[in-house]
């Protein structure tokens, strides 16, 4: 069973960057999509980007483009999303998914596995 632990989250000021880790725990395979999603307080769970398995394909969701950039390490199990010019609307719980395929997808049904969060809390 595929498991994933979220890290790198905490308490930024605007303009400052983030850098979150996703380890991929018990799946011996890099054949699999992921995904980075954020949930902030009383709203739905979003998509943020996500990456193939190669890495060849990324997608962004628009108010991020330009600032972060989502990368993977298969030799290491890890993805990574690098969050630059924070913003304090980017305050939100971030969550790493994995797909069981290749492809990436933009929905939360997308994807089979899903860690377990971590904060980001961007101060103006």
């Known amino acids: 069973q595929m498991q994933l632990v979220e890290s790198g989250g905490g308490l930024v000021q605007a303009g400052d960057s983030l850098r979150l880790s996703c380890a991929v725990v018990?799946?011996?395979?890099?054949?699999?999509?992921m995904g980075w999603f954020r949930q902030a307080p009383g709203k739905e769970r979003e998509f943020v980007a996500a990456?193939?398995?190669?890495?060849?394909?990324?997608y962004y969701e628009d108010s991020v483009k330009g600032r972060f950039t989502i990368s993977r390490h298969n030799a290491r199990n890890t993805a990574y999303l690098l969050m630059n010019s924070l913003k304090p609307e980017d305050t939100a719980v971030y969550y790493c998914a994995a797909r069981d395929q290749g492809l990436p997808g933009r929905g939360r049904y997308d994807y089979d596995y899903w860690g377990q969060g971590t904060q980001v809390t961007v101060s103006s």
């Open positions: 990456i193939s398995w190669g890495g060849g394909t990324t």
């Open positions: 018990g799946h011996r395979n890099s054949d699999y999509a």
